[in-house]
């Protein structure tokens, strides 16, 4: 891939067929958690009469989706109050169906904008956004699974089976860094 470019209000870059096909499944896997994120969500009678949509109470057992959704009201004591643990369950029920359709619809930007066998993307200004949005996430999720760390080197040992994923960790950081200078310019 190409870095990007702007022009006025567009953005262009042009990404081969494996990168898309790497970065649409990501995308894709990441929207597929959260859709089931969503799904598993129970139905309150009581907000669908008032439009008022609620979600869980809990953190996501998932450690990926954990990093995705994090806590609303960090509990900084290792015994917290049952109205610290209300108030923690109340702001994530009110915050993280918001939350979630957010990340949902960057996702489905990408996969809308993304060429399946490659090409160029064109994107506007509020898909650009998007498209950082939906990278940020599957950086988020993908350095969780290979437990990314500051002090990591840049390139793991052949045999360390979290290679081939640093690597593409490291481009999707390009990528983003990339998409950054390009809206900054101009």
């Known amino acids: 891939m190409k870095p990007w470019k702007r022009k006025g209000d567009k953005l262009f870059a042009d990404i081969d067929k494996q990168e898309a096909a790497v970065l ?28 008022i949509r609620t979600g869980p109470t809990s953190s996501p057992d998932d450690p990926i989706l954990s990093r995705l959704l994090p806590d609303f009201h960090r509990l900084d004591d290792d015994n917290p109050s049952k109205e610290d643990l209300d108030s923690a369950a109340m702001l994530r029920s009110l915050h ?5 359709d957010v990340k949902v619809g960057v996702a489905a930007v990408v996969l809308g904008t993304c060429p399946t066998h490659g090409g160029e993307v064109r994107l506007s200004l509020e898909q650009a956004d998007a498209w950082l949005s939906a990278l940020n996430d599957v950086r988020l999720a993908l350095g969780t699974a290979i437990e990314v760390t500051d002090d990591m080197p840049e390139e793991l040992p052949d045999d360390d ?24 310019s101009d």
């Open 24 to 51: 649409r499944g990501l995308v894709s896997q990441i929207d597929d958690m959260l859709r089931a994120r969503v799904e598993e969500t129970p139905q309150d009678e009581l907000a669908e009469l008032t439009g």
């Open 96 to 100: 993280e169906p918001g939350l979630l």
């Open 161 to 184: 089976p979290r290679s081939p994923h640093l690597a593409v960790y490291h481009w999707l950081t390009w990528v983003q860094e990339s998409l950054v200078q390009a809206l900054s």
